[in-house]
């Protein structure tokens, strides 16, 4: 099932998919309840998405406030030049900054958009500054969050 994409899910695996999202500690029992299907099938049927990579994990959504990470900003980062190598490097850098929660590269306005946790404004000031000083890095903009209205993992099934 590797080859597994959007087109080839059932309104069962879609479903499945759905409630997942919404919750992924639930047992297989009750997941196989809430799709109308036995558990053997289920387990099957999810332990195949999860082989095609379209389900890749589970986790606990964990306030970062509650554990010290009171700031929450975001990095349009511009590099030097756009030659492979050199994004490479950046990417390979930052992604191993435990405070970069994640990274992306994109288009228009930059090269990467990163989002990263601080514990207080030195702590953002740091990271700043270490991401200003990061090799081949042109410019950097910050973007402190004031307010999250939204935030939902995952996408609309």
Not at 48 to 59: D, K, N, P, T
Not at 124 to 147: F, G, K, P, W
């Amino acid at each position: 099932m590797k080859s597994d994409t959007a087109e080839t899910l059932d309104a069962v695996d879609r479903q499945i998919l759905a409630e997942l999202q919404a919750d992924g500690r639930m047992t297989n029992v009750e997941l196989a309840r809430r799709v109308d299907l036995s558990a053997p099938p289920c387990l099957r049927r999810v332990r195949r998405l999860e082989e095609a990579g379209i389900i890749r994990g589970y986790h606990a959504d964990i306030d970062p406030v509650a554990l010290g990470w009171q700031i929450t900003f975001f990095a349009v980062v511009g590099l030097e030049s756009q030659k492979h190598a050199i994004l490479s490097a950046f990417e390979a850098d930052v992604t191993t900054w435990p405070e970069v929660r994640e990274c992306h590269m994109i288009r228009g306005g930059g090269d990467f958009m990163l989002r990263l946790v601080a514990r207080d404004t030195a702590h953002e000031n740091h990271l700043t500054n270490r991401l200003t000083s990061a090799a081949n890095v042109a410019r950097v903009m910050t973007l402190q969050t004031i307010q999250t209205a939204k935030e939902e993992p995952g996408v609309p099934i």
